[in-house]
């Protein structure tokens, strides 16, 4: 039996390499509290991301989740059910309430001719997801907020590295989080970040993250989101070889559109006009009718084979029991508007199909070819 191929595998840079990166931080001694690497870290982002300001935090799920609070967001905030659950309970757990949007048919992100309608006196903020790496239409969502006085939070964890007409992903909308998490394209093995406009934002954001501290020996209420300094340095050398990596990551996805390409029932993820993708994730629709199985009768028949793609984004997140949290959450009052239907997969029937049809491949750097051509073989069975 062949090896496990999961749907992903972390980049490591040279062992020699990383030991370097932090051999200052064992003859300082300072380990965490924003030091030598983390400083370092922040201003190479800020340079590769074409970014002003950034802030760095010990994971994506904790910079969104504060960066709402920072901003000073209530109410109803405008999302995808079509994400990973963290983007979802960073709303309820800043005190808002997600609202749900459904998706374009074809790239799973937030389809803006739905937006409006979902908008009310109550409603803060729009934050959508950059899914897979495919960019929202930012354009259209961005003239949406601006006509309603509304603020524009990306869920950018897939994006990094991802650039429109060589603008990045960072720069469109009031903040943009980043995952740094293992698994992501690029990582600091666990971190995040946000990178945002307002630099009066930046002081709030820096408080938050640590225990609230002010000076003079004062204190707002914060928690403690502090990147550390091993995972700062991990950065420094991942950022080294990411070009690499996603031209790696690029040969893999050109073989498997070449493998799997006119594959009856196989709707293959298009590459967006202009943009320059990282290659994040290979996501495969599966049409039973056309394919002749379901999605999960063709992951079974791989896990078979020890190839273990993800069901990913499954189930949508609008398919759990909001409405006890909502009612949990302190100082929220009731809203008759808020009807159980907002909570209800088939109120955002695009993003049901995709999150019933869709499987993500294996997708890393250093896959052998072989492989791919072998999870292909299966595929076409």
């Known amino acids: 039996m062949a090896d496990k191929i999961f749907v992903t595998r972390s980049f490591l840079p040279p062992l020699e390499e990383y030991t370097e990166e932090i051999r200052p931080i064992f003859e300082s001694r300072w380990l965490t509290n924003m030091g030598e690497k983390h400083r370092a870290l922040e201003q190479a982002l800020k340079e590769f991301l074409g970014v002003d300001q950034i802030c760095l935090f ?61 908008i009310t006196e109550r409603t803060s903020a729009i934050l959508p997801v950059h899914v897979y790496g495919h ?8 003239e ?8 524009v939070l990306y869920d950018a964890a ?15 909308g009031d903040l943009a989080m980043f995952s740094f998490h293992a698994t992501k394209v690029f990582h600091t093995i666990e971190g995040g970040a946000v990178c945002f406009r307002d630099p009066e934002l930046a002081d709030r954001l820096f408080r938050i993250k640590n225990f609230g501290i002010e000076e003079n020996e004062t204190y707002c209420v914060g928690g403690n989101a502090k990147m550390n300094e091993f995972e700062a340095a991990m950065g420094l050398c991942n950022l080294r070889h990411l070009e690499e990596q996603i031209a790696m990551r690029g040969r893999v996805f050109r073989r498997y559109v070449e493998n799997l390409s006119g594959t009856p ?16 994730y290979f996501p495969v629709r599966f049409s039973a009718e056309k394919y002749g199985e379901t999605r999960d009768e063709a992951a079974a028949r791989l896990n078979a084979e020890n190839i273990f793609p993800r069901k990913y984004f499954y189930p949508l997140t609008n398919a759990f029991p909001f409405e006890r949290e909502i009612a949990s959450q302190p100082g929220v009052p009731a809203n008759p508007e808020l009807s159980a239907a907002r909570f209800d997969p088939s109120a955002t029937p695009e993003a049901a199909r995709f999150s019933e049809e869709v499987l993500t491949l294996p997708m890393y750097g250093d896959l052998p070819m072989e492989e791919v051509d072998r999870i292909c073989r299966v595929l076409r069975k």
Not at 94 to 101: K, L, R, S, T, Y
Not at 144 to 151: C, Q
Not at 158 to 169: E, I, K, L, M, N
Not at 267 to 278: D, F, G, R, T
Request: charged share 20%; aromatic share 6%.
């Open 58 to 118: 010990q994971n994506g799920h904790l910079a969104l989740e504060l960066a709402i609070e920072a901003m000073g967001l209530h109410g109803e905030i405008i999302t995808t059910p079509f994400t990973f659950v963290s983007t979802t309970w960073a709303i309820l757990r800043a005190g808002c309430i997600p609202v749900f949007c459904d998706v374009d048919p074809v790239t799973g992100t937030m389809d803006p001719e739905k937006i409006e309608p979902l």
């Open 265 to 280: 029932g196989l709707a293959l993820p298009a590459e967006q006009e202009n943009v320059k993708s990282n290659y994040a």
């Open 135 to 142: 960019l929202c239409d930012v354009d259209a969502i961005g």
């Open 144 to 151: 949406i907020a601006k006509r309603h006085g509304l603020k």
């Open 158 to 172: 897939h994006a990094f590295g991802v650039t429109r007409d060589g603008v990045s992903a960072a720069a469109y």
